[in-house]
């Protein structure tokens, strides 16, 4: 039970850091549902060690740009609203 809790709130987290990376990488509001589900899978691969620390996962994907998803890439170019 405690396992189960302790994986749906570092989930929860995740997702929290990842939303709130692309609002702050965009400079908008939080990140559209399309923003999320393209990046989601770039921030649990490449930055999961920089969860939950915003600002960190944003600086690491950044870093990682030639290493990102092409739907995460145009994230980040402003190409997808």
């Excluded at 997702?15 to 770039?42: H, I, V």
Aim: contains cysteine; aromatic residues 4%; glycine residues 2%.
């Amino acid at each position: 039970m405690i396992k189960n809790a302790r994986a749906h709130l570092l989930a929860t987290l995740m997702l929290l850091a990842a939303s709130t990376s692309f609002a702050m990488a965009a400079g908008e509001q939080p990140g559209t549902p399309a923003q999320k589900r393209a990046c989601r899978p770039d921030v649990y691969r490449l930055c999961a060690a920089e969860i939950p620390n915003v600002r960190d996962i944003v600086r690491c994907l950044r870093q990682n740009m030639s290493r990102l998803s092409p739907d995460c890439r145009a994230v980040f170019e402003n190409r997808v609203q």
